[in-house]
């Protein structure tokens, strides 16, 4: 096989190379016929077995792509392999999975995989171009989920070539649907004999990955078992991964449920998110006497995207001034002290702490963006700094108190039509101002109801509601909400994942991911942009634009972050590679990439 840098050739009018790999931006690190990923043990022994927990929800299907149901936790990453593979150390680059091959069209409108010929499926059978496009075209029908046609919605067809060759064709040229198409989870015709998707629920997935589904109690706990057949074990791509032959999760009500269970030895691996809890719980007994270990790893990943998002389908949360107020009665630096015990770093916007955010003023090349755009955007976006999160100090002659900040939301408020009367925040039609926060894991009530107690002192009557989990996830895919607290992972190349955040066309659409119900053409044609951006650099300045944009429209309350992934797991168990990877989510990189300790070394088995 012909080794080239694919993604520099991508779109020039010289014939298509075929290659191992895919790269966005042609910065491919692995030749073919590579041993392993730098961040794996190669040797690492197969055996024993690891348990984590399911916090605050439950699971009733084995399906993960139908819109109806709560699916089990680890389904889409241990039972269904894809055409190619990411890895941890690098961005916008994979490597041939299912996929030996993968060859982009002169011209960028197309790209061919032809797979691997030693890829089976769980059933013995083996994986061929039919499956990939039964796979595709379930995906893209109405009885998926509403996210994967949104995903996919770039990609016009799917062509089975041959037996073991497949095309798909594009609706545009853009450097990122062939990693797009590459990420498509693939399974078997055979799955559901013959039934559509959407009533495939608890029958048995026929996927390749390296796992199989064992004993499963609904609502419980689930167990996978390793496939020691598993076809890919050889494979660059997954050499010195999938080393545990079991792997279960179980189900707990709460954080406080799963703090008890991991000390009483229920399960051996937790990643901590309540910094209240890492601060106070995960110290003392145990983890003085070593039976129990935390630990804190530094991570590259992109920071993504939290905070209280407004639903703006509700009138009251329609003027950006409203949204703006609403976010400057949130002391952040009082609960970072008082809450968080100073562990995150307040987010800015929605790419925070990257290349891709917005900085004061638009530079040459952002303005020069601004000005091409078919409609124009408001002159606050092009000759005003972007908006930052409020400041609240200690120290009354700064200008940014909390009292200075509730001043100026009272202003906004007013502005907007909103006024103080008759014991309450009320506008022209007498009617008062009131706030749900909806939340299903109760975690978010410490800080929720010091922020309801300052939103009182504008005349706001806010409230917390904590629903069960299945509730609160019907209501957030029906749009049946007034805030949530969201978060939305960061990717370290933005690119269509924004479609489903943030495309008009998505705002109205049940299932997707714009809960904000953003609905703005300037977004529209920026993220347009950004799918068709041919360089890193324009990829860069269309995604700072849209940061921009975003943030001007105040559609949500930024939150915080942390660059180190809090863990805790039990001592004795587990070995990890000497390397840590760059860009890794602390629970993959355990079951993707540690292994027993009490496994017997290969050779020695």
């Not at 889409?76 to 030996?100: I, P, R, S």
């Not at 545009?172 to 039934?195: C, D, H, Y």
């Not at 030895?265 to 719980?281: H, S």
Request: glycine residues 8%.
């Amino acid at each position: 096989m012909r080794i080239w840098c694919l993604a520099i050739f991508l779109f020039c009018a010289a014939p298509a190379w075929a290659a191992h790999a895919y790269a966005q931006f042609g910065d491919i690190k692995y030749a073919a016929g590579f041993g392993h990923f730098d961040y794996v043990n190669p040797d690492a022994p197969k055996g024993g077995e690891i348990k984590l927990p399911l916090i605050g929800s439950s699971f009733d299907k084995l399906n993960p792509f139908t819109l109806k149901g709560t699916s089990a936790p680890g389904l889409g990453a241990l039972l269904f392999d894809t055409l190619l593979a990411g890895n941890m150390d690098e961005t916008a680059t994979a490597y041939g999975l299912l996929a030996e091959d993968v060859e982009v069209a002169p011209g960028g409108r197309s790209v061919t995989f032809r797979l691997n010929p030693k890829a089976r499926f769980h059933n013995g059978e083996p994986v061929l171009a039919a499956d990939v496009k039964h796979s595709f075209d379930s995906l893209t029908s109405k009885a998926a989920a509403p996210q994967y046609r949104i995903y996919f919605s770039a990609i016009k067809n799917a062509v089975v070539l041959d037996e073991r060759r497949i095309r798909f064709d594009f609706s545009e040229a853009n450097r990122e649907l062939p990693l797009i198409v590459g990420s498509l989870p693939v399974f078997s015709r055979q799955w559901g004999a013959g039934k559509p998707l959407d009533q495939i629920v608890t029958e048995q997935p026929i996927g390749s990955g390296p796992y199989r589904i064992g004993r499963v109690d609904f609502g419980k706990n689930i167990v996978y078992q390793r496939d020691p057949g598993y076809w890919a074990n050889a494979l660059g791509a997954r050499r010195g991964q999938f080393n545990f032959d079991r792997i279960q999760f179980d189900a707990y009500r709460d954080p406080v449920a799963a703090f008890e269970a991991f000390k009483a030895g229920e399960f051996d691996f937790i990643q901590v998110y309540i910094a209240k809890d890492w601060a106070r719980r995960y110290k003392g007994g145990k983890f003085n006497t070593g039976e129990l270990i935390r630990r804190e790893w530094q991570h590259q990943n992109a920071v993504g995207f939290q905070g209280f998002v407004f639903n703006t389908r509700v009138a009251r949360f329609s003027d950006p001034r409203v949204r703006q107020a609403i976010g400057l009665a949130m002391d952040y630096e009082w609960l970072n002290r008082q809450i968080f015990y100073g562990a995150y770093t307040r987010l800015r916007g929605y790419f925070t702490n990257s290349a891709f955010e917005a900085r004061g003023l638009p530079d040459a090349r952002e303005r020069a963006l601004l000005d091409s755009l078919r409609r124009r955007p408001a002159a606050a976006i092009t000759d005003t700094p972007v908006p930052m999160p409020p400041v609240t100090s200690l120290e009354p002659r700064s200008g940014h108190t909390l009292r200075d900040n509730l001043r100026q939301a009272r202003d906004l408020l007013a502005a907007a039509g909103w006024t103080y009367r008759d014991g309450a925040l009320r506008n022209a039609q007498g009617e008062a101002f009131t706030i749900e926060f909806l939340d299903s894991s109760g975690s978010m009530a410490r800080v929720v109801m010091p922020y309801v107690q300052v939103l009182g002192r504008l005349g706001i009557q806010a409230s917390f509601r904590l629903v069960d989990f299945a509730v609160y996830e019907k209501r957030l895919k029906k749009f049946d909400f007034e805030m949530i607290s969201s978060r939305n992972l960061g990717r370290s190349v933005p690119g269509s994942e924004l479609e489903q955040m943030y495309r008009s066309s998505q705002a109205h659409t049940e299932g997707s991911s714009n809960f904000a119900g953003v609905d703005d053409p300037v977004v529209d044609e920026l993220v347009a942009r950004i799918m068709a951006a041919q360089t890193r650099r324009e990829l860069e300045v269309a995604v700072r634009v849209l940061d921009r944009v975003l943030r001007h429209g105040f559609y949500a309350v930024p939150h915080w972050y942390s660059a180190a992934h809090r863990v805790a797991y039990r001592a004795g168990r587990f070995e990890q590679p000497g390397q840590v990877p760059p860009y890794y989510e602390a629970e993959d990189w355990a079951l993707s990439c540690w292994w027993s300790a009490e496994a017997a070394p290969e050779g020695q088995r």
